[in-house]
């Protein structure tokens, strides 16, 4: 069973539970309650109130004990900034978490420096060209589902702990986990991770040139190169420049040879000049 067919499943869930509130509109949405099948036991709550969404979304971190599975597409308010609390409280007291995160995300500075933040404090992080949606999965028990386009789209999300729902939940972020590729894992397929104009800029770096100078050879502002290295950094696992040349080294021997056979200034230490905060 693939990612479509899993989404495909879970949004029919979400059409019953829609069904079942009854029609609404974006300026008349009915107040959130129980979905009840045809079996008699509720599948879940359809989300229509961003205040009960951003509720539920700190509750299930702050109440789990063993796990929290997430996937994270990027779609927030705008007003989102930085790590969620809940998940900085959690993760003191041990919970584990795995997060698949689109790849796309990282093209912006505060999520960028909220999911380093995060992997400093032991989040499992992986990235993946195929996150559908967000999702937030406490003990494999209970499911909290944030629909595509949040917070502009008419019912916000979902949230069940019905067995089946959150089954098709937990598959759903399985397949796409095992697919994703690791940020924090030591032997990471960098070229895989990384796109062809980012391999061409870690080329430069790896030749000792500075931001700038790299952002007049690529026709890009200075400020865009920084936060491609930052990008860089997350993919390859490195928290830092210098770690960064290290890896490099390791995962990727040919673009270090070849920069040294273009006559790069040094042993290829990468740039120690800071990327933006």
């Known amino acids: 069973m693939d990612v479509a067919e899993l989404t495909d499943r879970l949004e029919a869930l979400i059409r019953t539970a829609r069904a079942a509130d009854g029609p609404g509109t974006a300026n008349s949405r009915r107040p ?3 979905t009840v099948p045809p079996d008699g036991e509720p599948l879940g709550t359809a989300i229509v109130r961003q205040e009960e969404m951003t509720r539920l979304f700190g509750a299930l971190q702050l109440a789990a004990v063993r ?3 997430a996937l994270d597409n990027g779609d927030y308010c705008d007003d989102t900034l930085g790590q969620s609390p809940s998940q900085s409280r959690a993760l003191a007291t041990g919970v584990r978490y795995r997060v698949a995160y689109s790849t796309d995300i990282f093209d912006q500075d505060a999520h960028l420096e909220a999911t380093l933040s995060a ?6 992080a992986r990235v993946s060209d195929h996150v559908p949606c967000r999702v937030l999965i406490r ?5 909290l589902v944030i629909a595509k386009g949040y917070p502009a789209a008419e019912h916000l999300g979902f949230h069940t702990t019905h067995p089946v729902a959150v089954g098709h939940v937990r598959d759903m972020f399985e397949t796409i986990w095992t697919r994703a590729l ?6 990471l397929d960098a070229v895989g991770v990384l796109t062809g104009e980012q391999i061409e800029l870690l080329k430069y770096l790896v030749m000792g040139r500075t931001d700038a100078s790299i952002a007049r050879s690529l026709g890009l502002s200075t400020r865009t190169v920084q936060r491609q290295i930052q990008t860089i950094q997350l993919r390859l696992g490195a928290r830092g420049r210098f770690q960064l040349g290290l890896r490099v080294g390791r995962l990727l021997p040919n673009l270090a040879r070849d920069a040294d056979h273009a006559g790069s200034a040094g042993s290829g230490m990468l740039s120690p000049e800071p990327a933006p905060r």
């Open 32 to 34: 959130s309650g129980p």
């Open 67 to 69: 796990s929290i599975d």
């Open 119 to 124: 992997i400093e404090q032991g989040e499992n």
């Open 139 to 143: 003990d494999g028990e209970e499911a």
């Open 182 to 187: 690791p940020v924090t894992e030591q032997r």
